[in-house]
């Protein structure tokens, strides 16, 4: 079993900022991709920013020189990072974390994308 939990959302006025957090739990063996996605209301989701396992990241044009994405794999920390600055109201929307991940049930070796549950971020005055 394996868990993506997301923190770090809520309410921030234009201008302002947040940083999102998901740790990774369960039966991991190794994390390849790790990213950060969001939907906005009546529209589908898009990804945000991807971090590889060397750290290369890939970011859509709209958040590029705003948004910085990372991560902590040390001590099995598992965890990747967005931080956001400069947020606008168009960046409102729930933002979901994804991870490729290799993990072990009963012995058997399997890669699966897995996704958070979700956060809210509401970007108003």
């Known amino acids: 079993q394996v868990q993506l939990v997301e923190s770090g959302g809520g309410l921030v006025q234009p201008g302002g900022s947040l940083r999102l957090s998901c740790a990774a739990s369960g039966s991991i063996v190794s994390i390849y991709t790790m990213g950060w996605y969001r939907q906005a209301p009546g529209k589908q989701r898009e990804l945000v920013a991807t971090?590889?396992?060397?750290?290369?990241?890939?970011?859509t044009d709209a958040v590029k020189g705003r948004f910085t994405i990372s991560r902590d794999n040390a001590f099995a920390k598992n965890t990747v990072y967005l931080q956001m600055d400069s947020l606008k109201p168009d960046d409102t929307a729930v933002y979901y974390c994804?991870?490729?991940?290799?993990?072990?049930?009963?012995?058997?070796?399997?890669?699966?994308?897995?996704w958070g549950q979700g956060t809210q971020v509401t970007v108003s005055s």
């Open positions: 994804n991870a490729r991940i290799l993990s072990v049930v009963s012995g058997r070796y399997g890669t699966s994308d897995y």
């Open positions: 971090i590889a396992r060397g750290d290369s990241t890939n970011y």
